[in-house]
Each structure stands twice: as structure tokens, then as C-alpha cells.
């Protein structure tokens, strides 16, 4: 029997448990503050992020792991024995990542097969757990790997800003967007589309934003299978278990868990941010 490993990076977010069941080698993107580079989940915790991102002056900077670092883990993987790993990364359309582990894995004597998630987060997660199951009932790698490819654009993220203020410092919206947002109170709805951030929608309230995400959600839910929904957050529980609670009740069946955003989204969302991801089947 082959022994596949699996690798991907903080973007999915993933806990102890699930690493040590999965058997996952994870990357860790990075923050570049104005005194130091700080490796997610490393040598920054998120409440420690977010707490810094309060105080900078200047908004900060994201990097992906080096193409150095995805060498020498191949080369690890392949001194422990595994014959092919699945690497599951962040979208292109965010970070240069999988470009680089698609650059390391043509110069490694190790076969790796790195797949653009076009997403982050939650559905990251899901691609792991599918492909194991499939690895587990015999599947060839390759039918894995093209299983995973086809389920990016089944996979959905949307979420909604607190503000447009932090989007603002790391420069994706204009001052004047800003300022008009923060003195009418609009909120926008900024979801994944073609494994790129795209602002989706603009409304007056939370409610309204909450609302078109809650349609988008409910048109998938009658189009087809979406068994499982993360409420997702940039540094804001009590929110997210508050919409945990309302799609409970609407949904009861559904399992819905929360999750924390990678602070690689952190430093363009902003604290206080909350949204869904789903896939569907």
C-alpha cells in the first residue's frame, strides 16, 4: 500500500486533532509587520494578531512560504518513506503559494500534486477529508487529485466586513468608498468568485448583508446536497455563534461548525469580520 501524504497551508486553518488524523504537513503563511515577518499560527497566535493589527500604523503585508522550504519538506517526505504527496493550497488569486509548490515539485526527485483550492479556509478542509476517504476506498491518486480539482468550483465563501476600514490600509477599496460606507452605514458582501475576492454586494445594515448571504446559501441548499456550513470569522466569536444559532434553528439538520479565517485574510477583512462557506455535492 502507497503511503500519500498530505500538505497544505494555515489558510485551511486546520486544529492538532486534524493533522495528526490526516497525516498533514502544513506550510505557514506569513505576516510582515513593520518590525518582523511573523509565521501564522508560529510565532503569532490570532488574538495576538489582531491585537498588533490595532496598533499599526502601516497595515501589513502577507507572504507565502518560500519555494526553499517546500524543497526541503519534499525532501523530508520522501526520507520518511511516502511515495506522493496531495498538496492543497491557497488560492492563486490570493497568494503566489500554489504557483511555488507547482515550481517546487517540477525541481523534487518527490511526486507531489499541488492543487489550487481557488478558496481558502473551510472548504480547504473539506478537499482534505474527501480525499482520504476516496484514498481509503482504493481510489487511484489521480482520480483524487481531479475529484479535488473539480470540487473548487462547488466550494463558496462569502463574508462580510465589519467596516471597510481595514480594507482601506491594506489598499483594496478607496478612501472615499470608506468614508461613505462608515457615514451610511453600507455593508458589503465580498465572495469568491473565479478563486478571486470580488465584492459581490452593497446594502444599508448587517441584516441585509447577512440576508444575501443567507440566499446564496439557501439557493445551493435547494440546488443540491450542502451538508455541513462554517461560520466563518476574523476575530469574532460572539457574532458567529449568534449565526450559528439562527441556521440551527432553520436548518436542523445541518451541521454547522465555526472557524477562524487565516490572518492572512485577517489583514485585508479586518477584525470583526463574519461570513459562510459550504460545498456542494
Not at 511516502?82 to 492543497?88: D, E, L, P, R, W
Not at 481558502?120 to 487529485?145: C, H, Q, R, T, W
Request: proline share 4%; net charge negative.
Amino acid at each position: 500500500m502507497k503511503k500519500i501524504a498530505w500538505i497544505t497551508d494555515t489558510a485551511a486553518q486546520l486544529d492538532d486533532d486534524f493533522i495528526r488524523k490526516h497525516d498533514v504537513y502544513v506550510l505557514p503563511l506569513s505576516v510582515v509587520f513593520s518590525d518582523r515577518e511573523y509565521r501564522e499560527s508560529i510565532d503569532l497566535t490570532q488574538e495576538e494578531f489582531y491585537d498588533k493589527l490595532k496598533l499599526a500604523k502601516v497595515s501589513p503585508k502577507t507572504s507565502q512560504p518560500a519555494i526553499g522550504e517546500m524543497l526541503a519538506l519534499y525532501e523530508r517526505l520522501q526520507e520518511e518513506g511516502y511515495n506522493f504527496a496531495i498538496a492543497v493550497h491557497l488560492s492563486s488569486g490570493l497568494s503566489g503559494t500554489f504557483e511555488t509548490a507547482q515550481a517546487a515539485s517540477e525541481m523534487s526527485d518527490f511526486n507531489v500534486y499541488p492543487i489550487d483550492s481557488k478558496i481558502g479556509s473551510f472548504p480547504m478542509v473539506k478537499m482534505i477529508e474527501v480525499g482520504n476517504e476516496l484514498l481509503a476506498n482504493g481510489k487511484e491518486i489521480e482520480e483524487v487529485v481531479s475529484t479535488l480539482t473539480a470540487m473548487t468550483a462547488k466550494s463558496k465563501l462569502s463574508f462580510i466586513p465589519s467596516s471597510l476600514n481595514q480594507l482601506h490600509k491594506s489598499g483594496r477599496v478607496s478612501g472615499t468608498q470608506t468614508f461613505l460606507s462608515n457615514l451610511l452605514n453600507i455593508k458589503v458582501v465580498i465572495s469568491f468568485v473565479d478563486g478571486k475576492p470580488v465584492m459581490t454586494e452593497k446594502v444599508r445594515t448587517n441584516k441585509r448583508a447577512k440576508d444575501h448571504v443567507m440566499s446564496l446559501l439557501r439557493a445551493d441548499m435547494a440546488a443540491g446536497a450542502v451538508p455541513e456550513v462554517a461560520v466563518i470569522h476574523c476575530n469574532n466569536i460572539p457574532d458567529s455563534e449568534a449565526w450559528q444559532n439562527e441556521l440551527l434553528q432553520e436548518f436542523p439538520s445541518l451541521k454547522v461548525e465555526v472557524a477562524a479565517l487565516s490572518v492572512c485574510v485577517g489583514v485585508h477583512a479586518g477584525d470583526g469580520t463574519t461570513g459562510l462557506s459550504w460545498v456542494s455535492y
